[in-house]
């Protein structure tokens, strides 16, 4: 799509030497040939792979798409576990060309997620819309190693903040959460810091950038009263 006109006239005679399925063999073919992938960039399983290949890092900032977005624009994905990549698939929200690819796409999927998620100590978040947090807290608990949360610059509904919080919760190793510049919703708010009263590991967790109301507070306070081992700072 992002190919100028002028240079695909140019370029109409010359071939291309990929493998032909016809001829079942690499071989020299002319572009006038080659057919265009109707199937949108973002639903193609394969390219869907290598965006959670890309995510497994723990700064998914460092992911850009391209062309990019405007910042404001709640564009970040979070990282997604197997079964949730495998459910994508069965339902045909990532669609394959050749379905030959399947196995061998869910296999590195899996393999990928797992080994990174494992080794991870500190996982960043940004800019994620309110859809991506239940694809988060479904991640969490592959990520065994993981003491240090950021989440910032999000969107967190009150579905979302409700799974994250019972992710946090259920966590053996996180130590620090960090909520910045975030929208959280009332409800959603009151859903973490009911996560922050049981989860005795917790050390420290910021909200940066909150609002922060009467109800919100005493929810904090509360917090820090039933868990005295956690300091929280906003």
């Known amino acids: 799509d992002l190919t100028p006109e002028s240079f ?4 109409a005679s010359k071939m291309v030497t990929i493998y032909y399925e016809p001829t079942d063999s690499v071989q020299p073919v002319p572009i006038t040939e ?13 390219c869907q792979a290598e965006v959670q290949w890309s995510l497994s890092r723990s700064l998914l ?5 391209i062309p990019q977005r405007p910042d404001h624009e709640l564009t970040g994905r979070a990282p997604m576990a197997p079964k949730t990549f495998q459910e994508r698939v069965e339902a045909k929200t990532f669609k394959f060309t050749h379905r030959s690819d399947l196995t061998d796409v869910l296999a590195l999927q899996e393999s990928v997620f797992l080994e990174k998620a494992a080794a991870c100590g500190e996982l960043v978040v940004e800019r994620l819309p309110a859809t991506e947090f239940p694809i988060l807290a479904t991640a969490l608990p592959y990520y065994i190693s993981l003491e240090h949360l950021v989440v910032q610059q999000s969107e967190m509904g009150w579905d979302g903040a409700k ?5 946090i919760q259920e966590s053996k190793t996180l130590k ?10 009332e409800d959603g708010f009151s859903c973490l810091a009911g996560a922050l009263k049981t989860n005795l590991m917790l050390q420290w967790c910021c909200f940066e950038g909150q609002t ?4 919100q507070q ?3 306070v509360e917090a820090q009263e039933m868990n005295p081992g956690l300091c929280v700072m906003y």
């Open 8 to 11: 695909k006239e140019r370029m």
């Open 34 to 46: 080659l057919k265009a992938n109707a199937t949108s960039y973002f639903d193609r399983g394969w």
């Open 61 to 65: 900032a460092a992911s850009y798409r």
């Open 163 to 167: 799974a994250l919080a019972e992710a």
């Open 176 to 185: 620090t959460l960090t909520f910045a510049h975030n929208s959280i919703c």
């Open 212 to 215: 922060i109301g009467a109800r």
């Open 218 to 220: 005493a929810a904090l």
